[in-house]
């Protein structure tokens, strides 16, 4: 969220933010934002899209938000595989959320597998299963 990356410039260098004007570009409302100084235009936009209280943006928002801690999450849980699983699971994710998928059910590993889909209130929820087998011969 650009509201948390000017809270967090903020707190270290208060110098780096000025209020701007940005606009909603959904509904067009005009508003004072804080963003950082050399944010471009479109990015002052973004952080007035996120404190915008119209339906459109309230909605991208909520689902902008989701997508990001979907891929916090992600980078969690499967902290152990290389940067290119974790795109892929980050972009199955986004798929997930937007109704694109229903469901996904990946084999990381022979014992490791990873489960999305979303719940009854829309919310994505990644399990991640270990299964250990040991088996030995005498
Ligand atoms: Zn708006």
Known sequence: MRIEEVKKIKKEHPELIEEVEGACRFCGQIAMVEAVFDWTQEEIDEVAVERCQCMQAAAYTA?????????????????????????????????????????????????IKCTMSLDKDGKIRIKRTDTVSSEEKA
């Open 63 to 111: 689902k902008k938000e989701q997508t990001e801690r979907a891929c916090k999450m992600i980078h969690r849980k499967f902290i152990d595989f290389e940067e290119s699983t974790k795109v892929f699971l980050e972009n199955t994710a986004k798929l997930v959320i937007d109704y694109e998928i229903a469901k996904a059910n990946l084999s990381l590993t022979e014992e």
